[in-house]
C-alpha cells in the first residue's frame, strides 16, 4: 500500500476528511513542536520496519486510517496490509507492516493507535451485538451518540462490525423525538409538519406509548422508533404495524436482553453504546528490525 485514498473512498470515507482529521490529531500531538524523545534516542536517517499486532482479539477497522497517520508524517513510508478492515483478529497478528525513517514511523504512531484502537472497539462490540441477534432478521443500527468531529469514521467502524447507519446528520432524515410532539402539539401534527417541510427526506417518528404508535401509523409513518419499550410491548407495536411500518427498539437495550428483543420482530436495535461506550481494542506498535 503505497496510500490509503483509493482504500477509504471504497469504504465511503471522504478522504480529505480523513486527512484533516489525521493533521488535527498530529498537531495536537506535537503541539507546535517537536518530537523531543524521538529526536533524542533515533539517529536520523535511520531506516527500520514497525508492526501494527493486536494483543487481543476483535474486529478491526480503521487500518488505512491509521496508515494516513504514518503517510502524512512520512510519504516515503511503504506499508504492507496483512489483515483488512472486518477481520476478526486475534493477540499477536499483524494487522499492517511500516517501513521508512524509524523517527516519522515512532512519532506517528500514538496517532494511528488512537485511531485503530478506537474504531476497532467500535467494530469489536458492534460484531458481538450483531452476533446476539444472529438470524432473527433484525439488524443493529447506531446513533448520533458520536465523539464529535469523527462520527463518518465511527460509522465507519459500525459497518465494519456487520451493523447498519442510522442518519449521519439532522438534514439527511428527520426523526421526530419526544420534545418535538410536544413543541407541535401531537404526533400527527408533528408528522405532518415535517413532511410539509421536507417532503423526500426518510421520516422516523419516535413513540412513548402504543397510542402513539397507532397515531404515528394513522399518520403514514413508514418507520417507528419504540422507546423504552418492554418486549410484551414490542410484541404488541409488531402486531399493530402489521407490516406497515418499519420498526425500531431504543433504549434499555443490552447484550443480555438482545436477542428476546430482536425476536419480537422488530426490524433494528439502535445501540447508542456502540459508539459512546466501546472500550478500545488493545493493538500496539513493534519496531522489529532498525538499521
Not at 520496519?49 to 516515503?76: H, M, N, Y
Not at 465494519?160 to 404526533?187: E, F, T
Request: net charge negative; with cysteine; glycine share 10%.
Amino acid at each position: 500500500m503505497t496510500e490509503a485514498d483509493p482504500i477509504l473512498s471504497a469504504a465511503g470515507l471522504d478522504p480529505g476528511a480523513v486527512r484533516s482529521i489525521v493533521l488535527a490529531a498530529l498537531a495536537e500531538d506535537l503541539a507546535g513542536g517537536i518530537d523531543i524523545t524521538t529526536a533524542a534516542t533515533v539517529p536520523l536517517g535511520e531506516h527500520g520496519r514497525a508492526d501494527l499486532v493486536a494483543r487481543a482479539p476483535g474486529v478491526v477497522a480503521g487500518l488505512p486510517i491509521a496508515a494516513t497517520a504514518f503517510l502524512l508524517t512520512s510519504p516515503e513510508v511503504e506499508l504492507t496490509s496483512i489483515a483488512a478492515d472486518g477481520d476478526q483478529v486475534g493477540p499477536g497478528q499483524p494487522l499492517l507492516t511500516v517501513s521508512g525513517l524509524v523517527g516519522p514511523i515512532l512519532t506517528a504512531e500514538r496517532t494511528a493507535l488512537n485511531l485503530l484502537c478506537h474504531l476497532s472497539g467500535v467494530a469489536t462490540l458492534t460484531r458481538r451485538w450483531v452476533d446476539a441477534v444472529a438470524g432473527t432478521g433484525a439488524s443493529i443500527r447506531d446513533t448520533r451518540k458520536t465523539l464529535p468531529g469523527i462520527r463518518a469514521l465511527e460509522k465507519y467502524a459500525v459497518r465494519c462490525g456487520g451493523g447498519v447507519n442510522h442518519r449521519m446528520s439532522l438534514s439527511d432524515a428527520a426523526l421526530i423525538k419526544d420534545n418535538h410532539v410536544a413543541a407541535a402539539g401531537s404526533v400527527a401534527a408533528a408528522f405532518a409538519a415535517v413532511r410539509a417541510e421536507a417532503p423526500g427526506v426518510p421520516l422516523e417518528v419516535e413513540c412513548d406509548t402504543l397510542d402513539e404508535v397507532v397515531e404515528a401509523l394513522a399518520a403514514g409513518a413508514d418507520l417507528i422508533l419504540l422507546d423504552n419499550f418492554d418486549v410484551p410491548g414490542l410484541v404488541t407495536a409488531v402486531r399493530l404495524a402489521d407490516g406497515r411500518a418499519l420498526l425500531e427498539a431504543s433504549g434499555g437495550l443490552a447484550l443480555a436482553n438482545a436477542r428476546s428483543v430482536a425476536e419480537t420482530g422488530v426490524d433494528y436495535l439502535a445501540v447508542g453504546a456502540l459508539t459512546h461506550s466501546a472500550p478500545a481494542l488493545d493493538i500496539g506498535l513493534d519496531l522489529v528490525q532498525a538499521s
